[in-house]
């Protein structure tokens, strides 16, 4: 009976050790978000920065240590802040209205995030955003006397391209990073950005009026130079078409004249052949004729003389 009082009794002491050693564990463990910082203050360490009163959990998790520490939650999320200055005196005297919106976040590195920390542990968001949209708005107005209002009004991202170079050095010495920031709207009182505009518009107007006719003049100027080109081209194709005649025409011109030629020049030698017959017929009738004389009347002659010398010889002879 002893022995299991004692054993109930150091059951129940090791379940009150237990408790409270997960109670000092819920209390002392501390686990870090990804958008968040752990700042553990009470001891000091070397750091980047020199020797600093407290340590930094950026993910992950860390025990505090109990009575020395004490554990603050940095939130790097982005802070929106809007930001807007009125009557704020632009280069020349125009005072301008200017509406922006810009993104700030606490840095999570060193030694950035040493700054935040002497400026705003222990504050609330809408302390840091206060301080950080009175800095930019300073800085706005000091961007805004170095600008003429067309400057602002025509390039708002050069203006707000400016305005960062110039916001993010004192944001950084605060503590603070400036991730975007844009101009949403730039007006005045005054009505002088209204006549900027409205000068801008009648030249845009003016511009516009030239360009289209311009654009008519060429169009026209295209047209007629068209129509010009489609008219010669109409009259080389008849000059081409007539010249082609011509040639077809002196060529049938040629070729009948060489026709007439052949013609002629046939007609020439059948009438040189009849006449080269004729001659040769007639050259053979004299032949005839010269053989029938020679038979019919020549060769009796020349017998008969013949005949007649003998017998005068034979008479000579007789009468010798």
């Known amino acids: 009976m002893t022995g299991f009082v004692a054993l109930v009794v150091l059951f129940g002491l090791a379940l009150v ?9 819920r209390n002392l463990l501390y686990v870090c978000q990804p958008n968040e910082v752990l700042v553990f203050s009470g001891t000091t360490r070397q750091s980047s920065v020199g020797i600093v009163g407290y340590r930094i959990i950026k993910g992950g998790r860390a025990i505090r240590k109990p009575i020395i520490e004490a ?30 919106v810009a993104n700030i976040k606490i840095p999570g590195e060193l030694p950035l995030l040493h700054n935040a920390l002497e400026r705003f542990l222990g504050r ?9 949209r009175e800095t930019l708005e300073g800085n706005l107005r000091g961007v805004l006397a170095t600008l ?28 603070l990073v400036l991730d975007t920031l844009k101009i949403q709207n730039v007006s005045d009182d005054v009505g002088y950005l209204n006549a900027i505009g409205r000068m801008r518009s009648a030249h ?16 026209s100027e295209v047209k007629w130079t068209s129509q010009m080109r489609g008219e010669v081209s109409k009259i080389e194709t008849a000059i081409e078409i007539a010249r082609k005649e011509n040639e077809r025409r002196i060529a049938d011109a040629r070729t009948r004249r060489q026709a007439v030629i052949a013609e002629q020049l046939a007609a020439v030698q059948a009438d040189v052949a009849q006449a080269q017959a004729e001659v040769q017929m ?13 038979g ?16 005068a010889k034979a008479a000579a002879v007789t009468t010798i």
């Open 282 to 294: 007639q050259e053979a009738r004299i032949a005839q004729v010269q053989l029938r004389l020679q």
């Open 71 to 100: 554990v603050d939650r940095i939130d790097l999320t982005n802070m929106i802040i809007e930001v807007s200055v009125t009557n704020a005196y632009s280069k020349g005297g125009i005072p301008l209205t200017v509406n922006g």
């Open 17 to 25: 050790a237990f408790l409270v050693m997960l109670f000092v564990i």
């Open 204 to 219: 845009i107007r003016r511009d516009a009026a030239i360009a289209e006719a311009a654009a008519q003049a060429q169009a």
């Open 124 to 132: 609330s968001r809408q302390e840091i955003m206060q301080i950080a």
């Open 148 to 175: 003429t209002p067309e400057q602002v009004n025509q390039d708002k991202e050069a203006f707000a391209g400016k305005l960062t170079e110039e916001a993010e050095h004192d944001l950084n010495r605060i503590g």
């Open 296 to 311: 019919d009347i020549i060769q009796p002659a020349t017998a008969a003389c013949a005949d007649a010398i003998a017998q």
